[in-house]
């Protein structure tokens, strides 16, 4: 049987002519790069302090890879490139934990990317972050960051949404920030993807669907051993539960800090937001299986194919795919740019498009692209101008 993986990238759009150019920083492994490598981009420099993630990367996408903080590295040396792709680190930003936002150490990162882009002068960039960055400091940082990347010498329409990648074919409810720019001298339209999976199109994708016939012989498929006590409290948990489910005169009453503790897959529902650390009772658990999820069980839920080789140790490479971008639910946003380096697009004056989006607040912008599938940049804001 066919994954639902194989059977997106399907609608994958490859690139026929000379092949875009990628730098690619907070890499990870490789969430957000793998479906523009496999479209036939082309990575000419990518990096990420974490060594067992910039393995997987180098295996599985390019050996252009570059092991370091980047704080440490020469970005004089990083060349031109069409497309600047990266996460730039978001504990700082999590909803979980708390948010210290940009008076974290790890919350001012973001300023690298800013730098990355201005020196390689992109005609695009994608950067990720989790849902959290939109509340941090109070709403200060995601302004921070979009002025920021307005601000440069080279103009650039700044194109904020909040994606739940369910409504793009990932068997999983994970609501994430992208924010695209697009160079101004482009002249680009960019048309917002149009949510390809939804309650009312009845065709999410179930956790259930995404772990059917896993190969015996897949990678990073081990199984986690458990405790027995462990699995007799799953063995109390129902489909799409957690901690909560057992009563609490229960003898295996367990208390929980956060939804995640022994949270078990609905098959016949998209997962929750997979995570990528934490301690006993977080780790994401099968259903009816009492038993943790394989990373390989993971990897379908997170949109990797069954091809890509995680490296490290069972913690390490869960963090891997738990800290990623879900690769097929990338693929709308891949072809809308690839229209573009094909030349069959709309042009508009993203000038005036960035005149009107200074007329309104942040939150007003980013719920209007939000919730515009399927318009073209230059018809969201229009309407409310009449």
């Known amino acids: 049987m066919t994954s639902y993986i194989e059977e997106l990238y399907k609608n994958l759009k490859k690139v026929k002519k000379e092949r875009p150019s990628v730098v690619s920083l907070f890499s990870g492994c490789g969430g957000l790069d793998f479906t523009f490598h496999k479209a036939g981009y082309k990575h000419l420099w990518a990096n990420d302090f974490d060594s067992f993630s910039t393995q997987s990367f180098k295996n599985n996408i390019s050996k252009c890879m570059l092991a370091g903080s980047i704080e440490d ?12 792709l990266g996460g730039f680190p978001c504990q700082d930003f999590s909803q979980i934990w708390k948010k210290p936002g940009l008076d974290g150490t790890r919350g001012n990162l ?7 882009v201005k020196r390689t002068k992109p005609k695009f960039f994608i950067a990720e972050n989790v849902k959290g960055l939109l509340s941090a400091n109070k709403g200060i ?17 700044v194109i904020p949404q909040l ?16 924010i695209m720019g697009i160079r101004m001298d482009t002249d680009f339209d960019y ?27 897949a990678s990073n498929q081990e199984h986690m051993n458990i405790k027995d006590k462990t699995r007799r409290i799953l063995e109390k948990i129902p489909p799409g539960g957690n901690f909560t489910s057992i009563p609490e005169n ?11 503790v022994y949270r078990r897959i609905d098959p016949d529902l ?25 990373n390989r069980e993971r990897a379908r839920i997170q949109g990797f194919p069954d091809s890509f080789v995680f490296e490290g140790s069972f913690g390490e490479v869960r963090k891997q795919i738990g800290n990623a971008v879900p690769p097929v639910g990338i693929i709308p946003f891949c072809n809308a740019f690839t229209t573009f380096f094909e030349g069959k697009f709309r042009k508009t004056d993203l000038e005036l498009i960035g005149q009107q989006f200074s007329m309104y607040d942040t939150k007003k912008v980013i719920k209007e692209i939000s919730k515009s599938d399927g318009m073209h940049i230059s018809e969201i804001f229009d309407p409310l101008l009449v």
């Open 250 to 260: 229960d003898p295996l009453y367990v208390k929980g800090m956060i939804s995640h």
């Open 270 to 294: 998209p997962s929750k937001t997979l995570i990528s650390s934490g301690g006993g009772g977080t780790w994401g658990y099968h259903y009816p299986e009492p038993r943790a999820l394989t």
């Open 110 to 116: 973001y300023t690298y990317f800013v730098d990355v």
């Open 163 to 178: 994606v739940n990648f369910a409504n793009y074919g990932v068997p999983q409810f994970r609501e994430r920030v992208l």
């Open 73 to 84: 590295l020469d970005l004089d040396v990083i060349p031109k490139a069409d497309v600047v």
């Open 141 to 157: 940082a995601i302004k921070t960051i979009i002025t920021d990347f307005q601000s440069m010498e080279t103009k650039y329409l």
């Open 191 to 217: 048309k917002i993807p149009k949510f390809t999976h939804t309650d009312f199109l009845n065709n999410l994708i179930s956790a259930g669907r995404a772990l059917e016939k896993i190969p015996q012989e």
